[in-house]
């Protein structure tokens, strides 16, 4: 059974996401965790978005790629 949005609405199963080790020069990753705190994001999502603007900035970004998840709170249903 697929997993239901808030309103009630299936929603599709998201593919399995990869797990990547990466070793980063403490200061750089220290760079990238005050720039994901001042953006509300974790670091693991920050080094993502990271990614997908250099792919894209390259031209190489992937067209089978799914959306980033969305985080946080679900957003209240306007219309109710």
Do not use: C, F
């Amino acid at each position: 059974m697929e997993a239901q949005d808030p309103v009630g609405r299936e929603r599709p199963a998201r593919p399995e996401r990869k797990q990547v080790l990466l070793r980063l020069d403490p200061a750089v990753h220290e760079a990238v965790a005050h720039w994901a705190s001042d953006e509300l994001r974790s670091v693991n999502a920050q080094i993502e978005i990271l990614l997908r603007r250099a792919l894209a900035d390259a031209g190489r970004e992937p067209r089978d790629a799914a959306p980033l998840p969305r985080r946080g709170r679900p957003r209240r249903d306007e219309s109710r």
